[in-house]
């Protein structure tokens, strides 16, 4: 294979592979872009990022309230 048919200054893909090498890069981040985008909305369901009106305090009573009962079944 010549100089000629490599593709761009100083590549080592010819025109061929490089459109192979781009078609599996772009299907490739498609795919993780949209288990990202799963694994996001289901981290937002099981704890939103922003607080609500009441702030943190629920989240610190339900920690409490959790660690009386695990403590009712180890006790």
Partial sequence: MSDNERFGPGAYLT??????????????????TIIAIVAHILVWSWRPWFPSVNGYAMLED???????????FLA
């Fill in 62 to 72: 339900t920690m409490q309230l959790a660690s009386a009962t695990i403590m009712t």
């Fill in 15 to 32: 025109p061929e592979e490089a459109k192979e090498f781009h078609k599996m890069f772009v299907s490739s981040f498609i795919i993780f």
